[in-house]
């Protein structure tokens, strides 16, 4: 299994309903090309973009094309950094897809818990992937769960 991790910053804020959006967008897309994956942001103040982090892992070349073909030009934020790209079992200890059954999961991340390294985000991923969680349908948008203590 391949995958990318990479985070970047938000050129604008982004409320919730606009992160789930975003993520609704990218999951109809995604199923198409093999391509599971969450989009992680946290907002940094009201007047300034936030950050954002994504995991995608599927076909290399599925998962290369959509990073440097769609991600990186896209004008919603700048500094990409890629932080790790390449087979999934140096990460996670196995070849298998970490989220099997998600196309794009979003998680809004309080600005305090936000992983700032490769080693964090895999620290937190248990977190985050909740298995009982359902995919975003096609149909409609899911709002994120918002964390009660944020």
Same mark, same amino acid.
């Given at each position: 299994m391949h ?5 970047? @910053? !938000?050129? !604008? ?23 599971t994956g ?5 907002? @940094? ?11 995608? +892992? ?24 890629v932080l790790? +790209? ?36 895999? +620290? ?8 009982? !969680? ?17």
């Amino acid at each position: 299994m391949h995958v990318l991790l990479y985070r970047s @910053v !938000a050129t !604008a804020p982004l409320s919730e309903a606009e992160v789930g959006a975003l993520a609704k967008r990218s999951a109809a897309a995604n199923r198409e090309r093999d391509i599971t994956g969450l989009l992680l942001y946290t907002s @940094v103040s009201p007047h300034r973009g936030g950050l954002f982090m994504q995991w995608l +892992e599927g076909p290399r070349e599925a998962v290369e094309a959509l990073y440097h073909q769609r991600i990186a030009l896209d004008r919603r934020h700048t500094a990409c950094e890629v932080l790790y +790209e390449g087979a999934s079992t140096p990460l996670t200890g196995t070849d298998a897809r970490v989220l099997p059954t998600w196309s794009m999961r979003p998680v809004v991340e309080r600005i305090g818990l936000f992983p700032t390294s490769v080693e964090a985000f895999l +620290e937190r991923l248990p977190l985050y992937t909740d298995r009982s !969680a359902p995919d975003l349908p096609a149909a409609s948008a899911r709002r994120p769960r918002r964390s009660r203590d944020g």
